[in-house]
């Protein structure tokens, strides 16, 4: 039997604002979020779903320290995230984006697109690198022939598998998922989602699953956040958010994952 580490990442109270007001700038500042907690923990999934420019992304921003929050804390196992160095944080933690069509370089094959963060961070050799590439493309679906060929002569939902190949590369413990489904054929959504699910399992990977669907985060979470205009408005577990929601934004995020485009 393995002992799997638990691992958590955490904002404690984040608030942020964009632009700062200063002598030259007579904007004020722009409070988008409001004293946000979240915590996305081994093994689980956390769902955040809110409606276009209710903050998901920035709170993706701030987790991946691309932002730094205007009051509060992103915490790691409980401690600041930004103590950590570089390739320590990207073993941490790694994205995985909506577009799989403009996520993946058009010019370098998908061996090369999947060895490219253990070359950058100087993990192994080049045959060590292409043993856990080739490893990889096997645990999200793909064949070895899939290694020589570019990301153009790959469908949206294989290239999909190729992204997330690449953010498992250096083993990281949480996955950011922004709307990783929704560029995607119907067809292909539920492969990719049962395909996150399995490498949660295999893996221990802690998700935070981004979506404006409250059907689709429904699917794959455990937990559920409701975002309204950088609020929290509702938590809790998935099916209970899902199927007894209290609040109104919630009923009405539940409703429009419900009527067809
Ligand atoms: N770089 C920026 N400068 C100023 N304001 C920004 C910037 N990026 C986002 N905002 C504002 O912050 C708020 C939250 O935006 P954010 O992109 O985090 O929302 P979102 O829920 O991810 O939306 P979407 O689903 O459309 O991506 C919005 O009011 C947006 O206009």
């Known amino acids: 039997m393995t002992i799997q580490s638990s691992n958590s990442l955490a904002l404690a109270g984040v608030s942020f604002s964009y632009g700062k007001a200063g002598l030259l700038t007579r904007q004020a500042p722009q409070q988008v979020l409001h004293s946000i907690d979240l915590r996305i ?61 403009s996520s993946l370089n058009p010019r370098i094959t998908i061996i090369e697109i999947l060895t490219a963060p253990l070359r950058v961070h100087g993990v192994g050799d080049t ?13 999200v679906g793909l064949t070895p022939e899939f290694a020589q060929r570019y990301p153009k002569e790959l469908s949206g939902g294989q290239r999909q598998r190729v992204a997330i190949a690449r953010a498992l590369m250096l083993q990281p413990k949480i996955i950011i998922c922004d709307e990783p489904t929704s560029a995607l054929d119907v067809s292909v959504q539920s492969q990719i ?17 981004i979506s404006h669907n409250l059907a689709v985060v429904q699917h794959i979470s455990d937990d559920i956040v409701v975002l309204q205009a950088g609020r929290v408005v509702e938590r809790g577990e998935a099916q209970a958010v899902y199927f007894k929601p209290v609040h109104a934004y919630t009923r009405q995020l539940i409703s429009a994952a419900l009527t067809p485009p």
């Open 193 to 209: 989602l049962n395909l996150l699910l399995d490498l949660q399992r295999e893996f221990n990977l802690g998700y935070l699953f």
């Open 127 to 139: 045959a060590s690198r292409r043993k856990g590439a080739l490893r990889m493309m096997e645990a």
């Open 41 to 101: 923990t081994s093994g689980t999934t956390t769902g955040l779903v809110g409606e276009s420019g209710s903050g998901k992304s920035t709170i993706a921003k701030l987790l991946l320290g691309l932002a730094t929050p205007s009051s509060g804390h992103v915490l790691l196992n409980d401690k600041p995230l930004n103590a950590l160095s570089r390739l320590d944080l990207a073993k941490t933690l790694q994205m995985v984006f909506q577009d799989p069509y």
